[in-house]
Each structure stands twice: as structure tokens, then as C-alpha cells.
């Protein structure tokens, strides 16, 4: 078992919250260095390069239909000749957009709510955790139809919807790991000590949940960007002729037997931004963590 | 340690891999050695009571488990004799007297009688089933009355068992395509004591249908069926020309349209129920012999809000439907051998082809949209165009909106909804311009420009016009299909004069078929009885 | 441990019924009914066929009916699929994508916990990258995409495996490889985050200053911990893998409980949509008390609480 003298040194080091020299350990830190540099481009070409394009995303041109890759049309075109790396550049805006954003809301609903459940435990957390089992099991595609009914076409209801589903399984991480540390003998003994209980949960419960809570958000902003494939099928999300990665990507794999770079470009992209911040949710990680 | 985990993966793959067999036998190959006839059919049908079905889907199955009086020569389209193998027509053209085949069987082995026809078409019509297509069995005098409730006597209804083997039926008015209705599945019998086992002659909620349960008068008879798994049917050895049925069973795959074309790449089916556009190119430059184009009698249009301004301009609708180019969008978005449409009615409905009475003119659309007060499209307010999500849609509607944009200088918001809260802002009238569809019930032309009338439940564009409506009426007064074609024609111009429907092209239906399929002959009706097909290797 | 579970039985029961309401007012809120089509019925014959399912009551009876159905079992006629019950559906499909979900757990277990453990011991080495990439094909490629491609190559190309269809072992393998990956990307980059967690605890670096091999160290020490955060993610994730996959159903043509779940809802399939929920609810819960009772398994200091 754990020697508890032991503990009691190490309480020291971890209960020290945000690490003051995190830019400097990040500057150091190699996955930090890849993963910023990759992401940073992507979204520049996102954000800035269709200026430079002379295409636009909705213009059709019928006759040529989905054509290879060529010197005018780099990443070729699609079924109705639209080009499509404008459409790439400019449907990664706004996958990106809501990628970040949904996954903001996500990560500061289930993290707050899986750590009050987890750590007043008892009944607090029996009714807080039969509310998310709740939301878990009421019919997404019913709430997402009647969200359009209800409130037509908008932005915002996109991160509502995405944010009702994606939290669930973060709060229930959190949750269970709250539980684990609060277990655990520094937390016991900053109890014992006297320590405020938004103390005890900011400093020492917190901090050790950042390794499960970072890895958890760098995988949902992919879930996030192809959930919003799925809501716009439904009629809330972005509206054609605008599409998004994930849009695209589904649209590609119809038709990639004959269309190869309808698929592979978009997913390209989709797979660099994934690659890129799971660098980041590694450096960002190991710099929370400078025990080792 | 470490390297362990390194194998273990890669070992595992290999294990699995190894475990996967390559199927020694398709079942393309299978069906012929067998005579069982492997067709994709798309969807998985509501179920299997002839009365209460609407679709395509049903059908394709209902043809290979029932029989109606009469049946149609695929290849021809004549009609033949089904399970009544003789008919009279009395002078006047009302009474028809039909004689049934005493071979004609259940597939339980009870004799198909009049009164099972009579005991059908009361159940059909009785309002309480709910039957949605009853409709069809209106030209039966008193038949209208009936199911709507005025009358609870069926004995007013023209439709009598003379006696086992005597079916009279009494029509309201002289209809001359009269035979051809038999033909659908609405006018098929059901085994009335099967029926009564399982509920009431009008219980929806019935386990008739059910395989241990199911009895039908077709060349087949059910066997087995699953949810999205299949339905296969074997052969019914009552069905009264049992011996010149050539398959043995025929296996239905709900499979949709991608899986669908990967199985028939893999010789997995015979007959597909559509082809992905994507792939329509492939096969017609690499196996042209597979891949067929149906005509179709189905028109594809944008339903106009005629209520709501600007539209309510005619001039705003004629410069829309002016602007569009059909050529263009069906010869490469569509590609499936559609027809660009510049009339309502699809094209030898019933004979009737309407005559075209515009074409693709960008220059007059903007001059329309100039008179009606937007020159180059100025000042023109948004509206939205609305459709169903699904691909097909959305690509039509991006072209046609580029179409828009470009030659008349408007730009219309796209928007799309799911399938039933479309349904439902379409009946509401919420909406600007809506995608629709109208698939012909029966071959006349009435069943498409019927749509326009002013108190038709499925005109949702707020168009009324007197003079329409009368010319439609006119057409059910005359028998002489000269004049009615007459009418018809002059329906067509009004309706396209006002346009409140933009017809865009015109259904043509695709399939992937196997060289092997014998007796699939194309038709307009997409009618394909199964006793007509069989299978043989092709070298 | 049996207390805990007595208890969350207790609660489902509640549970559920909050569940079943909230999803019968979802469904009359949301427009259109099980009957509209392209080609509408009357408005007549709409009424006569809703008087079939009890639809034509007053809203409060028609709940009462409802939730008086349910206790007693009766899920129901499916309002799209006439001729069948809402439990024989069930019954006939749930079988099915038990299966797949099972092969799929395996693999995404099998694949996913090594690979995080690898890419934790490979930590800050260059081999990192390599297993940090293998880890993210599954998010990289969704279902959608790595099911058509895994059609592609060992189906079309290779020809080992059949295009379609759930007959022989064979045909369970390329789907539950579509399934799994996802699963496996999560799993595989919990474990990894867990594992550099405990790894860095002082009792193990006292270990390792014992002399310990890194490995023995592992498996005898720290993997149960490690692994808690994957065990809270695996509950839900489960109950979705049996619960069937619209995707890999549709893919595949896998007479699975996951087209049901989808089309149940735009059918507007009420009584199917009510059985799925509850079904999947059931799920829910009881997997959330697997995964506790595991927590406590694994930290028994838990069981204080």
C-alpha cells in the first residue's frame, strides 16, 4: 500500500494547480511544436486561403462534372464540377468553427457536472447520474426534429444539440474518476486539514483529472465535426450548397470507388486536424504533469 | 514482453483472416443451378396485406404471392386472363361477368371463389380498415358511397358472387381501361377464413401475414421472412399453372442502393431495384449488358407557393421555369436516361403525350422577371427552395439554384428538412418553392393533371382555376379518347401557363439485371410477374 | 456490492418512467404521424386508421393506456411494419447486434489496451508517433468511410469475404472490424493517459528503484488503475455496441436492432421508437452498474461511500 510519509511529501508537489512555466514547457515540448504547426496551417488555409482562390464554392459548371485532380482544379471536382478544394478550405471553417466550440461546451458541462456528482457522491450523485442515463437514452433524432420545428435554422442550435449528446460520456468519466482520487490519501488529508471543498476540488481533484479530460476532448472535436454531418442531414445544420468536412467525407465515401478524390482529399484534412491535436492534447498533458 | 504484443496483433489479424472463406459459390450461380431468382428490392415493405399497402416495394413481393381476375403480358402489355379465365361485358358496357378458372387455388389448397373477390372487395372498401388506396375501386358502382361511410349495406355495391365460380361486378360509369385495374394489387383477393382466424375481416392489426400463417392465390408462397433480413417465397404447387412456373423460389433482399450495387458486382444478386448515379457511367461503359432504363411514370417538379409574393406573379413562375436547363441537368447530374420535362404529364401516358408548349429560354425569363418588376433579378426578395433531405435532391436543387442565379441574377436559400416534417410544411403551405413528385396510379393521364384541381388534397400551390377543373370534369364525361386527349391537351396549356407545378424531368426507372434472367421485359408499369421468368447460364 | 445493486434496480424504475414520458411527449410534439405520405390519405381514412392504434383518444388517456401497456409488456403493434410486434422486433433483431456488438468489444479491446500501453511505454520516443496514428485510425476513418474501404480492398478486390449479408463467421468479421476501430481509437488513447498517470506515481517509481521490471510492474501494478478511466467510457459505449449501428448495418445488410432505432424516428414509428428507448434505456442502466460495481472492484475504498 502507499506509504503514507510518502504521500504526504508528494501532496506537496501535486497540490501546486496550474503549472507557472506551462508556455515554457510547451515551447520545449515536441508534440507541442509538430501539433501547433500543423493545426496553425491547416487553419490558415482554411480561414485565409479561399481568398486566394479564383473559385467559389456554390458556382456549378454541369458539363464538367466530377473531374480528377488537374492544374485549374487541384483537388479536382465534384458531381455538379464545383471545385473542390475551395469547398474543402471553406467547409473546414466551419467544421473547425463548430468543432471548438461544441467541444468547449461539452468539456465545461461534463467536467463541472461529473465532478459535483462524483465528488458529493452519495444521493447528489444517484439523481445526477439517472439524469445523464436519461439523456442518454431519449431519442436523439426526435429531439434534433423537433429542435428545427421549434426554432427553425440556426447556428447555435447546433452546438445545443451536439453539446446535449457529447457531454454525457465525459461527466460519466469524470465522474468516476472524481471518485477514484477523492479516495485517494492527499485528498483525504487536505479534508482532514481543513481545506474548502472548491479548494480541494480545483487543486487537487481537477489537476488529476486533466489527463483523462484532455485525451477525452481531443477525440470528441472529430465526433463533433461528423456529428454535424448527421444534424445537417436532419435539416439543422449548415445548409447546401455549403457543406462541411463532414458533409464531404460522407458524400466522398458514396461515391470513392469512382470518385477517389471526392473522398480522400476532405479526409485528408479531416485526418491532419485529428493528428495534429491529439500533438497538442500530448504536450498539453505532459505539461500538466511535470512529475516525471 | 514487449515484442509479444507486437505479434499478437498482426497474429490475430492473420487468424481472422485466415477464418474468412471465399465464397465458393454466388448466388447468381447458385440461382440458376437452384431456379431461385435473387432481387434487391431496396427497402423493407410495410407488410404484406394487399389492402393496406401503397408502394413499390410491396409490390414487387404482392406480384409473386397473389393473383388478381386479370394479369398483363409483361412484354406487350395486353391483358390476360389471371384467375378468371374468361369475362363478358354486357352492351351497355356496365355489368362485367367473370368466369373463374376452377384451377385456381389457395396456396392451402382451398378453390379461389367468387365469394372470396366479393369478400375482398368488401374488406377493402370498408371504411373502418382504412385501406389508403381504396380509392382504386371506386369505378365499382356504389363503391364510393360505401367506403365513405354513406351506406353500411355492401349489398349497394355492384359486386356479386353469382356463384363459386361467377363474378359480377357493376361499374358506376362506362370505364374503359376497366380491365387493366385488376392488375393492381388493391383489387387482389385475400383468403377470407384466414383472415377471420387471425381478427375481424377489418382488423389492421392482424398476424395473417405472418408466415405460419400466410395463405395467397400467386405463383408463389411465402416461406420465411425477416426485417431487413429477406423474404423468400418457394413455389406454390396449387397455383393454377403450377407447371409453367419455372423458378422454384424467389428470395426478396431489402438492401439499399450502394449495398445493393457492390452485391451485384459480387454476383450476389440478379436484379437490383435501382443504381447509384455515381455508378451509372461505369456500367454503361463496362457492362452495358447489365444495366437497363425503364420508362417510368413519374414526373419530378417544383410545387410553387402561388399564395405567397413574389410568386404569386405568374410571370415570376414562367421566368423560374424558363431558366432552368432540363438538358444539362439530366444529361450530367442525372444521367439515368431521364427525360427533361416541359409538360406535366409524362410522356404516352395512356397513350396521351402532351404537346410541348415551352422550352429552356433564359432571354424571355429575364424579360418576364423584368416585367414583373425585378430587371436582372433586383429588389427580388429571398425565398427558399424546400426539399427532403436526400442526396439526389440536394444536387438537383444546388444545380438549379446556380441555374437561377447565374440567368437571372436571384439567389434562393436552400433548405432542407426530414422526410415527414417536409410532408408536413408542404401540407401547411409553408414554403416557397418545394421539390415534389407525382407517380402515376393508373395509365391515364387524368392521375397526373388530377393533382391541379382545385380541391385536390394533393395541390399544395394554392392555384385554383375554374376552367381547369371543368376541362378535367369533361374528361370523365366522354369515352372517345380523341376528345378526351383534346381536353387533356387544353388542361396541360393552362396549367403550364400558370405554372404553379415547374415539371423538371420525367422518372426513368434503372436497374442492374444479370444475363442470366430470362422473361424481365421493360415496361412503363414495371409489372414483372414472376411465372414469365427463369433463369439460365449465358456463356 | 449487492446493496448497490438492490439500490440501482430500485431506481431504474423511476428512471424509465421519467424516460418513457418525456419520450411520449417528444413524440407528440414532433409534426407529421406514422400514416403521412407523399401521396396523403384522406383525412377521413387518417382518423380511421389512427382509431386502430387508440390515436384518436384524448392525449391523457392515451398516456394512461400507455404506460398501463408497457407495465404489463405489451410493447405493442409497430405502426410501419404491419403484422408485427414491437417485442418480436426487438426479439428478432437484439440477437443479432449482441453479436456484433461483442465481436466488436473484443476487437476494440484487443486492439485498443495494447496499443495504449505500448504508446505509454514508448512515451516521448519517436515509435510514439507510429502508435499514436494507428490508434486514430478509427476516428480518422468513421464507420462510413472505413466500411466501404474494407468492402473495397477484401471484398470487391481480394474477394474473401461476401459483399452483403449476416450468414456464415466470415461475414461477422468485416463489420465488427468497422464497429470496433472507433471504439479501439478511444480505448487505446484512455489506456495510454492512464497508464503515463500511474506510471508516474511514487510507489511504482519505489518499485521500479526495487528493481522491478517496467512490465511486471505494469501488469502486477498499475493497469487495474490505469484503466478506470477506459472501464467509465467502456458503460455506455457497450450498450451502444449492442444496441446495434444504423452504419454498419445499413453497410453491410445486417438484420440488426440499429436500423430500427433510426428509421423507427423518421417513420414517426411511435410504439417502435417507445420500445427502442426503453430498451436502450435498460441498456444504459444496467451497464452503468456493471461499470460501478467494476470501479469498486478495482478501488475498494469506493465501497465506503
Not at chain 1, 486561403?49 to 473559385?55: A, K, L, R
Not at chain 2, 431496396?42 to 394487399?50: I, K, N
Not at chain 2, 388493391?186 to 375481424?200: A, D, F, M, Y
Request: charged share 15%; aromatic share 12%; proline share 6%.
Amino acid at each position: 500500500m502507499i506509504n503514507s510519509k510518502k504521500e504526504k511529501l508528494e501532496l506537496s508537489k501535486r497540490a501546486g494547480s496550474v503549472p507557472t512555466n506551462l508556455w515554457q514547457t510547451l515551447c520545449k515540448s515536441n508534440n507541442a511544436r509538430i501539433g501547433f504547426t500543423l493545426f496553425l496551417t491547416l487553419s490558415a488555409l482554411c480561414f485565409i486561403g479561399p481568398f486566394f482562390i479564383p473559385h467559389s464554392y456554390e458556382t456549378t459548371q454541369l458539363s464538367i462534372g466530377a473531374s480528377a485532380p488537374s492544374v485549374v482544379h487541384l483537388f479536382g471536382t465534384d458531381v455538379l464540377g464545383r471545385d473542390l478544394l475551395i469547398r474543402t478550405l471553406v467547409g473546414g471553417q466551419i467544421s473547425i468553427f463548430v468543432g471548438f466550440l461544441a467541444t468547449a461546451v461539452a468539456l465545461i458541462i461534463g467536467t463541472t457536472y461529473g465532478m459535483i456528482a462524483g465528488y458529493v457522491g452519495k444521493k447528489t450523485d444517484a439523481l445526477m447520474m439517472r439524469f445523464v442515463d436519461t439523456l442518454y437514452a431519449l431519442p436523439f433524432t426526435i429531439m434534433v426534429i423537433l429542435l428545427t420545428v421549434l426554432f427553425g435554422r440556426s447556428l447555435v442550435l447546433i452546438f445545443l444539440a451536439i453539446g446535449a449528446v457529447e457531454w454525457l460520456t465525459l461527466a460519466r468519466i469524470v465522474r468516476g474518476e472524481t471518485r477514484n482520487i477523492k479516495t485517494q490519501a492527499f485528498v483525504q488529508a487536505a479534508q482532514l486539514n481543513g481545506l474548502p471543498h472548491h479548494q480541494i476540488i480545483t487543486k487537487h481533484i481537477l489537476r488529476n483529472l486533466i489527463s483523462p479530460v484532455i485525451v477525452f476532448a481531443t477525440l470528441t472535436i472529430p465526433s463533433v465535426i461528423l456529428l454535424e454531418s448527421v444534424i445537417s442531414f436532419l435539416g439543422l445544420g449548415v445548409q447546401a450548397p455549403l457543406a462541411s468536412w463532414g458533409s464531404l467525407i460522407n458524400e466522398g465515401a458514396q461515391k470513392f470507388d469512382v470518385y477517389p478524390w471526392l473522398l480522400i482529399f476532405p479526409s485528408i484534412f479531416f485526418s491532419l486536424t485529428i493528428l495534429s491535436l491529439n500533438f497538442i492534447g500530448d504536450a498539453f498533458r505532459d505539461a500538466f504533469d511535470p512529475v516525471l | 514482453m514487449k515484442f509479444s504484443f507486437t505479434l499478437i496483433i498482426p497474429l490475430l489479424i492473420s487468424l481472422f483472416l485466415s477464418m474468412a472463406c471465399t465464397p465458393a459459390q454466388t448466388n447468381v450461380e447458385r440461382g440458376i443451378s437452384e431456379q431461385v431468382l435473387y432481387i434487391g428490392i431496396g427497402a423493407e415493405p410495410e407488410g404484406l396485406d394487399p389492402h393496406l399497402v401503397s408502394g413499390v416495394t410491396e409490390h414487387y413481393v404482392l406480384l409473386s404471392l397473389f393473383e388478381g381476375l386479370t394479369t398483363v403480358d409483361p412484354k406487350t402489355l395486353e391483358i390476360l386472363p389471371g384467375v378468371a379465365e374468361s369475362w363478358t361485358l354486357s352492351e351497355e358496357g356496365l355489368t362485367y361477368t367473370f368466369h373463374l378458372d376452377s384451377e385456381a387455388h389457395w396456396s392451402n389448397g382451398d378453390p379461389v371463389t367468387a365469394h372470396d373477390f366479393a369478400f375482398s372487395y368488401q374488406r377493402i372498401l370498408s371504411p373502418k380498415l382504412g385501406a389508403p388506396y381504396a380509392y382504386m375501386l371506386y369505378p365499382i358502382k356504389g363503391a364510393e358511397a360505401f367506403h365513405k361511410g354513406q351506406t353500411d349495406s355492401f349489398s349497394t355495391v355492384g359486386v356479386k358472387a353469382i356463384d363459386a365460380q361467377t363474378l359480377e361486378i357493376e361499374l358506376h360509369s362506362v370505364t374503359p381501361y376497366f380491365l387493366s385495374l385488376p392488375t393492381h394489387f388493391t383489387w387482389w383477393p385475400v383468403h377470407p377464413p384466414t383472415i377471420l382466424k387471425h381478427g375481424s375481416m377489418v382488423d389492421r392489426i392482424s398476424k395473417w401475414t405472418q408466415p405460419k400463417h400466410f395463405v395467397g392465390n400467386g405463383p408463389f408462397a411465402l416461406k420465411s421472412w425477416r426485417l431487413n433480413n429477406g423474404i423468400r417465397v418457394v413455389r406454390n404447387s396449387h397455383y393454377r399453372e403450377a407447371d409453367s412456373v419455372k423458378l422454384n423460389g424467389i428470395e426478396f433482399l431489402p438492401i439499399n442502393l450502394e449495398t445493393e450495387e457492390r452485391a451485384f458486382r459480387a454476383g450476389q444478386v440478379h436484379i437490383t431495384s435501382g443504381v447509384p448515379t455515381a455508378r451509372i457511367d461505369w456500367y454503361r461503359a463496362n457492362r452495358p449488358e447489365n444495366i437497363r432504363f425503364d420508362p417510368y411514370l413519374g414526373v419530378y417538379y417544383y410545387l410553387v407557393n402561388t399564395e405567397k409574393a413574389p410568386l404569386s406573379d405568374k410571370r415570376v413562375r414562367q421566368a423560374l421555369a424558363y431558366a432552368i436547363n432540363r438538358e444539362s441537368l439530366v444529361n450530367y447530374v442525372l444521367k439515368g436516361g431521364q427525360k427533361p420535362a416541359y409538360h406535366f404529364t409524362p410522356p404516352n401516358t395512356g397513350g396521351f403525350t402532351a404537346e410541348q408548349s415551352f422550352t429552356y429560354d433564359p432571354d424571355k425569363a429575364r424579360t418576364l422577371l423584368t416585367e414583373a418588376g425585378f430587371p436582372n433579378g433586383e429588389n427580388f426578395p429571398e425565398i427558399e427552395l424546400l426539399y427532403n433531405t436526400s442526396e439526389s435532391h440536394k444536387i438537383v436543387a444546388e444545380a438549379i439554384q446556380q441555374m437561377w442565379k447565374q440567368e437571372l441574377g436571384i439567389t434562393i436559400r436552400l433548405h432542407n428538412q426530414e422526410w415527414k416534417v417536409y410532408l408536413d410544411s408542404r401540407q401547411k403551405g409553408e414554403f416557397d418553392i418545394a421539390r415534389a413528385a407525382w407517380i402515376g396510379d393508373y395509365l391515364d393521364p387524368y392521375t397526373f393533371l388530377g393533382l391541379g384541381i382545385s380541391d385536390s388534397g394533393n395541390n399544395h400551390s394554392g392555384w385554383k382555376d375554374l376552367e381547369f377543373d371543368q376541362l378535367l370534369y369533361e374528361t370523365t364525361q366522354t369515352l372517345e379518347s380523341g376528345q378526351r386527349f383534346e381536353l387533356f391537351q387544353k388542361a396541360e396549356d393552362r396549367l403550364i401557363e400558370a405554372m404553379p407545378f415547374i415539371p423538371i424531368y420525367f422518372y426513368v426507372r434503372s436497374l442492374l439485371i444479370d444475363r442470366s434472367v430470362d422473361g424481365w421485359h421493360s415496361n412503363i408499369l414495371d409489372y414483372h410477374p414472376y411465372q414469365f421468368i427463369s433463369l439460365s447460364a449465358k456463356d | 456490492m449487492l446493496q448497490l445493486s438492490i439500490r440501482r434496480l430500485a431506481q431504474a424504475i423511476p428512471t424509465l418512467w421519467i424516460i418513457a414520458t418525456l419520450t411520449f411527449i417528444l413524440m407528440q410534439l414532433t409534426p407529421g404521424g406514422p400514416f403521412d405520405q407523399e401521396k396523403p390519405v384522406t383525412p377521413e381514412i387518417k382518423k380511421l386508421i389512427e382509431a386502430h392504434y387508440g390515436m384518436d383518444k384524448p392525449i391523457h388517456e392515451q398516456y394512461i393506456q400507455f404506460i398501463v401497456k408497457r407495465l404489463q409488456g405489451d410493447f405493442g403493434p409497430s405502426y410501419k411494419y404491419a403484422g408485427w410486434d414491437v417485442d418480436e422486433i426487438i426479439a428478432q433483431a437484439f440477437p443479432v447486434s449482441l453479436e456484433l456488438g461483442l465481436y466488436a468489444l473484443i476487437i476494440a479491446i484487443l486492439i485498443g489496451v495494447p496499443l495504449g500501453i505500448l504508446s505509454a511505454l514508448f512515451h516521448k520516443k519517436p515509435m510514439e508517433i507510429v502508435f499514436m496514428s494507428l490508434a486514430l485510425i478509427g476516428i480518422c476513418l468513421p464507420a462510413f468511410v472505413l466500411g466501404p474501404l474494407l468492402l473495397l480492398v477484401f471484398s470487391t478486390e481480394l474477394g474473401w469475404f461476401n459483399p452483403f449479408g449476416w450468414n456464415s463467421f466470415s461475414d461477422r468479421i468485416l463489420p465488427a472490424f468497422t464497429l470496433g476501430l472507433f471504439y479501439a481509437s478511444f480505448i487505446a488513447r484512455l489506456t495510454r493517459s492512464g497508464t503515463l498517470d500511474v506510471l508516474k506515481h511514487p510507489y511504482i517509481q519505489t518499485a521500479r528503484a526495487k528493481g522491478l521490471s517496467k512490465i511486471r510492474i505494469l501488469f502486477v501494478h498499475t493497469l487495474r488503475s490505469a484503466l478506470s478511466p477506459v472501464v467509465s467510457y467502456l458503460g455506455p459505449a457497450v450498450a451502444g455496441m449492442i444496441s446495434g449501428s444504423f452504419v454498419v448495418e445499413t453497410l453491410f445488410f445486417i438484420p440488426g436492432l440499429g436500423s430500427f432505432f433510426v428509421n423507427s424516428a423518421f417513420n414517426r414509428d411511435d410504439t417502435m421508437v417507445m420500445g427502442t428507448v426503453l430498451f436502450y434505456a435498460a441498456l444504459i442502466i444496467l451497464f452503468n452498474l456493471i461499470v460501478d460495481l467494476i470501479q469498486i472492484w478495482m478501488n475498494p475504498k469506493l465501497n465506503r461511500d
